[in-house]
């Protein structure tokens, strides 16, 4: 049996363990972390191109995005092992434990399994496991046959390896779909789906067919403004360029010669605006042979937005969707991933939910199962105040909003109504949220994990288990070296939400302020906008 029947026939004990005692019927649960007497390893890794990584702030530290996988330790059988680069702070872990509803924190700690490698390097983090083959029989030693299945940030050929060695199958769509979550593969799929999606081009491998493609689009849109060029691998709007038509209008396809206008576009690209921090065209363009690249047109509009819709493939096939967001996007022109709030805005969640379910049944018959995500663009029309919804991107993989979701979801016990697109509590309480990776500034550097843990204790800044409400935090390793850290706002309202995130944000300014008059360090921050 080779290497991708192995991996398949493994892939397919979860759709035997997702079955009901009464045959060929399925749980409900949404997946099969809700079910109990399970050993669940945790394998947080980025495995995306590195040098795209290491532009993202702290990128190292996202490997705690996974911690909200520990509240599943609530079910009293269930055993995790989390595995990080490096040493977690103890109370970190605390932390999430404490958030445990009706389950001592002993109990809890006793089934809970941490290994760190004590590596630093870019390597993705499951390549790093697989260097050390006494670490990888290790942890196979410690997952019950039968027992165990293995999760992770993004499903790729090293995962799958990893879940070879140790004989427990990956709770993820297989490598083999990658291409389907790339930039192009995405395209191909909204195309399949007939969903609307900008005009652009599939991969291109070297820049003359780069420019080849943006000269075709032009000419195909001569009234384009600007245009995206983006690495077909990047994620979290790192490896985007913009690059601007308008200075260069009297080069436009219909009005000189076209050799013309490919000389000046060639010229052209040196000029993008890159929205990765300190990317160039001379750091961008040796990507593009290794990574791929295409081209789509720049979506203009004064009030524009960029939700998304969230789904589950279950292992059998059936589809779900679970969530729809409105991001908060960043960088130069508006391309980076910042944060987001729960759920979209009631005019179109309806839309995007049908939408990706669309895509989710065609990425279903793919074969892809665990998590997805759509990416949107919606144009407000000033006169008719109806918008228009573009798709962007489908990410297979854990994104930016799956943590902040998952986390309302296991602290709630509560459940995703289709209908309204809401999420309702057990006691039929809608719930919001505002949530961010990107809270940052100068003057939170130096503070530890601890200090944090004493503001939240005076403050009252955790989470009420009795109202379920209050903010939740995270990346919290990454906030003494760089200032930075991810928080999730829960309320009753958007309103509330929004008024938990601004408290926790002013307690934070009021307790890192004497530092700054200490260091006589006048500084200005300008807060994150939430606004819609």
Known sequence: MNQGDRFRELQNQLREWTKSPIEGQLWQSLDIFDQDDYDVLVVPSFSVDQEVGAKVTGFLHYEERLLFSLIRLRNPKT?????????????????????????????ARDRLMQVSIYDSSLKPLTQKILDRPRLVDKIGR????????????????????????????????????????????????????????????????????LVTELTNLWTRQPDLSRIVVKLNEGFSGEGNAILDLRPIQGYAPHKVDLAITVKVLAEQLAEMSFQGEGETWQ?????????????????????????????????SGEVEIVSTHDQILGGADGQVYEGCYFPADADYRWQLQEMGLLVGEALAEKGAIERYGVDFITVQDPETKTWDIQAIEINLRKGGTTHP?????????????????????QQDQAKYYISTDNLQKDQYAGLLPNDLMDIIAQEGLHFDSSTRTGSVFHLMGALSEFGKLGLTSIGNSLEEAQAIYDRVVAVLDRETAIDLVENDEEKSFLPINWNK
Request: charge should be negative; proline fraction near 9%.
């Open 405 to 425: 979701f998952m986390t309302l979801r296991l602290l709630t016990n509560g459940t995703f109504d289709y209908d309204s697109g809401e999420f309702l509590s």
């Open 283 to 315: 750091t961008f363009e040796p990507r593009i042979p290794e990574l791929g690249a295409i081209v789509e047109a720049f979506i203009e509009g004064e009030i524009k937005r960029s939700p998304s819709v969230q789904g589950y493939i279950r292992p």
């Open 79 to 107: 055993r995790v092992i989390y595995v990080t680069a490096l040493p977690l702070c103890p109370i970190i872990i605390d932390y999430y434990l404490q958030l445990l509803p009706g389950i001592p924190f002993s109990h």
């Open 142 to 209: 410690a997952l019950r046959p039968n027992k165990s299945y293995m999760v992770c940030y993004n499903s790729t050929p090293l995962e799958q390896e990893l879940s070879l060695q140790l004989n427990i199958p990956l709770l993820a769509a297989s490598p083999d779909l990658l291409d389907w979550g790339s930039k192009s593969g995405s395209r191909q799929i909204f195309a399949e789906c007939q969903l609307p999606h900008p005009d652009g081009s599939l991969t291109v491998s070297n820049t003359s067919d």
